[in-house]
């Protein structure tokens, strides 16, 4: 069951509504969710692939093809909402909910004590390291 989370971004103050958990609507609707949400890419190709059964001739292809689909949808459905919340994450916004709530997204999310950039793969802002004493070693 997908659960909702406020976010705002801090320098637009643009308020969305973020999703954690698993997407029914993903899963009945292949990619209209994607879609709506302005997920282009992604809502596209889930409808290519939701498609594609209907457009091979051989029967063999269009099970392979409709078995690769449902396959592809209970992913999609169990890792689109995270992917979206991150990607919302990613381009600055931040929570802005009740505290329960920001927690349990951060558990479910992966993150409840990390850096949400750190997930990236993004550094954080390096620290200078104090300068040595002339004339010391590092064996002294």
């Known amino acids: 069951m997908a659960r909702a989370i406020i976010l705002r971004h801090p320098d637009t103050n643009e308020v969305r509504t973020a999703y954690y958990g698993f997407s029914w609507t993903g899963l009945f609707f292949g990619g209209l969710p994607a879609l709506a949400r302005g997920n ?10 939701a498609i594609a059964p209907f457009l091979l001739r051989h029967p063999f292809s269009r099970a392979l093809a409709g078995f690769l689909y449902i396959f592809s949808a209970i992913v999609f459905a169990s890792e689109y909402n995270r992917f979206f919340t991150i990607r919302l994450l990613d381009r600055g916004f931040q929570f802005f909910d009740r505290a329960e709530h920001v927690a ?9 004590t990390m ?9 954080a802002a390096k620290t200078k390291k104090p300068a040595r004493p002339a004339g010391k070693s590092e064996a002294a």
């Open 40 to 49: 282009i890419k992604v809502g596209l190709f889930m409808l290519a692939l």
């Open 115 to 123: 850096n949400v950039l750190n997930i990236f793969g993004k550094r």
């Open 104 to 112: 349990a997204a951060k558990r479910a999310l992966g993150f409840s």
